[in-house]
């Protein structure tokens, strides 16, 4: 696996700043922001956080590198679900209301700290996915 440098780091989030922010000014401050962060050298641990996540999902151990899509594909199947219980709402609206009750219990019950692990695992994905993808190195 090839280091990730600063300046790729840099150059991903300028391109991610460029479809995100159509404004001028607010890509403005945008680019500010990371050129900022990066002379204040927080994006050096950014870099150790993407190689570590790129080292994983370049493993040849299956169950290391399909960890984080598998993850994702619970959340989107989480998401999908929401269709049908739309459709169960229209015709038995209190078997909704119940199945929402308890699926509401469920999910305030995963400890804060868990749900934190989730995003900055996601995060760390898109970024590296998005680092290959710059690189060349991901179809």
Not at 105 to 134: C, H, N, Q
């Amino acid at each position: 696996m090839d280091p990730i440098t600063i300046g790729g780091i840099f150059n991903i989030g300028g391109k991610l700043i460029d479809k995100l922010f159509p404004d001028p000014e607010q890509k403005a401050k945008a680019q500010l922001e990371l050129l900022r962060l990066q002379q204040a050298g927080e994006l050096e641990e950014v870099k150790t956080s993407l190689s570590a996540i790129l080292a994983e999902a370049q493993s040849a151990d299956p169950w290391t590198s399909r960890a984080r899509p598998s993850f994702l594909y619970v959340v989107y199947i989480l998401l999908l679900w929401s269709i049908p219980m739309g459709v169960l709402s229209i015709f038995r609206p209190d078997a909704a209301a119940a199945f929402t009750v308890g699926f509401k219990a469920w999910m305030i019950a995963i400890p804060d700290s868990i749900l934190t692990l989730f995003g900055t695992v996601m995060t760390g994905y898109v970024l590296g996915r998005s680092w290959e993808k710059v690189r060349g190195a991901a179809k």
